[in-house]
């Protein structure tokens, strides 16, 4: 999955993202069954560990104690497809909202 925020427009003009915010990829699996969407992000303390087990090395940097990737794609490609079931965190899930009709009317808040 890969989510990127790009060309922003409000009334027309385009606009900047919010100060300090920098362009960033997360990388995650997504399951879909019926209604049920759930996901699953690449936890950066799978890979620290696989670094420092001696594991399958990726360059990356460590900013603000989080890990920055900044290993080619083909490099994280191969660790992911490896590791495939130790390196994402437990899925989270979202439920569709089922559409509002007259015999299941919408709950207001």
């Known amino acids: 999955m890969d989510l990127v925020f790009k ?10 993202g ?3 915010v920098v362009p960033a990829h997360v990388i995650g699996k997504v399951k879909i069954s ?5 996901y ?4 950066d303390d799978a ?4 670094i420092i087990s001696g594991g399958t090395p990726l360059d990356y940097q460590m900013a603000d104690g989080s890990m ?8 994280l490609r191969g660790l992911v497809s490896a ?5 994402f965190s437990d899925f989270e899930h979202l439920k569709r909202k089922k559409a509002c009709s007259i015999s299941e009317p919408c709950l207001q808040n």
Not at 11 to 16: F, K, L, P, S, T
Request: glycine share 8%; no cysteine.
């Open 83 to 87: 590791l495939a079931e130790d390196v």
């Open 34 to 38: 019926g209604d049920d969407l759930a």
């Open 7 to 16: 060309d922003q427009t409000l009334d027309g003009a385009e606009i900047d």
């Open 40 to 43: 699953a992000t690449l936890e």
């Open 47 to 50: 890979i620290r560990a696989q």
């Open 68 to 75: 920055l990737v900044t290993a080619q794609t083909e490099a």
């Open 18 to 20: 919010p100060l300090g």
